[in-house]
């Protein structure tokens, strides 16, 4: 895992433009696909205000439950063309602004069937949770109720989708469909669960900074595209038993390898001059003893 993102880091680091490329087109693209459905509902909103129909009025309700679907079901497929697109970097494709927007509709039908699977997982047992909380909880009066329901909203959350973070990876990697994306993911889960987890949890903590000003710039250009790529490369040495040998990778390899030897050269030398320091000192002792 950790070789992972060290090879990971020196895709990025020897070849950044590539990367920062797919990831202005992901935020671009969610961007515009948030304010376009924001634009429908404004439209839908001012229609209603218009002819004088309440803002909780079921028309509004529905519209605003069918452009969350939509935004949801879009986003999806960007998130999905965003995993593919880094892929095609460590493969040493260019990606396109057009690549990226086709794959992203095209794909979106699979991406968004991943998410209504994992949300299914989610919202069970969040769901259970929030309905004994307002009708059994909620009346005991119990001291920091809120909190503790919270809390284990967000565990729960945070379990079921770093179960199913590998199918999404599978899904951009491996083109699987959703049926095989989710046997991807459980086999990814039976052969590494300490090493899966420390990288999910990195990738957690990147998401949460994109909410903390000026630090969220780094984390849309360097945090995302590094923890992104180093899920794809654990992912394939975990899935199909090595990493694809793709020209961004193998000189990422080559350079952490030629690295790790120069330690060791270094190591070495440092060694033998130890010891020919220690040489030295034995004659000069020697011949200290043989002149007395």
């Not at 935020?27 to 376009?36: G, I, K, R, S, T």
């Not at 205000?49 to 879009?74: G, N, T």
């Not at 909880?137 to 079921?160: C, E, G, Q």
């Not at 030897?261 to 030295?280: D, N, T």
Request: with cysteine; proline share 4%.
């Amino acid at each position: 895992m950790f070789d992972s993102i060290q090879r990971a880091i020196s895709s990025y680091t020897s070849k950044p433009v590539p990367f920062v490329g797919v990831a202005f087109i992901h935020l671009a693209l969610q961007l515009l696909v948030l304010f376009a459905l924001l634009g429908v509902f404004l439209i839908g909103f001012f229609i209603a205000s218009v002819v004088k129909v309440p803002v909780d009025s079921p028309p509004l309700i529905a519209l605003a439950i069918i452009l969350a679907i939509l935004f949801f079901y879009f986003s999806s497929g960007v998130k999905g063309a965003a995993l593919n697109g880094y892929l095609n970097v460590l493969n040493g494709d260019k990606v396109s602004f057009f690549d990226f927007y086709h794959y992203s509709l095209k794909k979106a039908p699979r991406f968004f069937g991943l998410f209504l699977v994992r949300s299914f997982f989610e919202l069970l047992p969040t769901g259970v949770l929030a309905a004994l909380y307002f009708f059994v909880i909620k009346n005991w009066n119990l001291p920091y109720a809120d909190a503790i329901v919270a809390f284990f909203s967000l565990l729960f959350t945070f379990i079921v989708h770093y179960v199913f973070y590998g199918a999404f990876v599978s899904a951009a990697v491996y083109d699987s469909g959703i049926k095989d994306s989710l046997k991807n993911c459980f086999k990814f889960l039976k052969f590494t669960h300490v090493f899966a987890l420390i990288l999910y949890v990195a990738y957690a903590i990147v998401w949460l900074t994109q909410f903390v000003p000026v630090i969220n710039i780094i984390t849309f250009f360097v945090s995302f595209p590094i923890v992104y790529t180093a899920m794809i490369l654990y992912f394939q040495k975990i899935i199909s038993g090595k990493v694809t040998a793709t020209p961004a990778v193998a000189a990422a390899s080559t350079k952490y390898k030629s690295k790790k030897r120069e330690k060791r050269k270094e190591k070495e030398e440092k060694k033998e001059e130890k010891e020919e320091i220690k040489e030295k000192e034995r004659k000069e002792e020697k011949e200290e003893e043989d002149y007395s």
